[in-house]
């Protein structure tokens, strides 16, 4: 049983539209982070949000952290095909991840 | 880079035979994770290790064990290998402190 549902599991548009990805979970986590992965290649971490109500951004990409730390979502503006990947949530607890299955985002040029 | 890497990046092996994966890191960091990843579940934890000869299981340990005789080498290995283990693995690690993890390029393996 998956500790973070991540919605929706695929997402294909089109170059300049907006995305939102989900990051559901009922447990409540010490910080939740939000990696990318390429095809072959292991996740690279993108941010990590800690507290309650926080909104962190990074240039096009807007990450927010449920009032109660147990959900978070991801938002992309005007999204390139370089944005193109897996996206994957990771609530922390103890130093250990607990990872959402990912969403796989294709933007068409 | 995190300098952190994985041997074999790929392998083929049959049902039933052991298998031994390495994850080598150059950070001298206490840290040590392995994954596995495969469609539809994102990455879970197989086994982590937060020194040298200090290991813990994680949420998927059962047909895997772990070494960790040095801190720059973590081992992952299957005793004997089944259709169900076939996946790629990934290793981390996780400067002192932090909760991010580096993740090395992976391995994939395929059991026949």
């Known amino acids: 049983t998956q500790l973070l549902e991540q919605s929706p599991q695929f997402l294909s548009i089109q170059e300049g539209e907006n995305l939102t990805v989900y990051c559901n979970s009922s447990?409540?986590?010490?910080?939740l982070q939000w990696y990318r992965q390429e095809p072959g290649e292991g996740p690279v971490l993108l941010v990590t949000v800690v507290t309650g109500g926080e909104v962190k951004k990074l240039k096009r990409l807007t990450f927010q952290f449920g009032d109660a730390r147990k959900d978070s979502s991801l938002h992309i503006t005007a999204a390139q095909p370089g944005d193109t990947g897996l996206y994957l949530c990771a609530g922390v607890l103890d130093y250990k991840l607990s990872f959402g299955a990912g969403t796989t985002v294709t933007v068409r040029a | 880079d995190a300098g952190i890497t994985q041997s074999p990046r790929h392998k083929v092996t049959e049902t039933g035979t052991p298998v031994t994966l390495r994850c080598h890191q150059t950070e001298n960091h206490r840290y040590m994770y392995w994954y596995r990843q495969d469609p539809g579940h994102g990455l879970r934890l197989i086994h982590y290790s937060y020194g040298v000869k200090d290991t813990d299981k994680g949420e998927v340990s059962d047909g895997y064990s772990v070494s960790r005789s040095k801190t720059e080498d973590f081992l992952l290995t299957l005793e004997s290998a089944t259709s169900s283990q076939t996946s790629v693995y990934f290793c981390?690690?996780?400067?002192?402190?932090?909760?991010?993890?580096?993740f090395g390029p992976g391995t994939r393996l395929l059991v026949l």
């Open positions: 447990s409540v986590f010490s910080s």
């Open positions: 981390a690690i996780s400067p002192p402190g932090e909760e991010t993890q580096y």
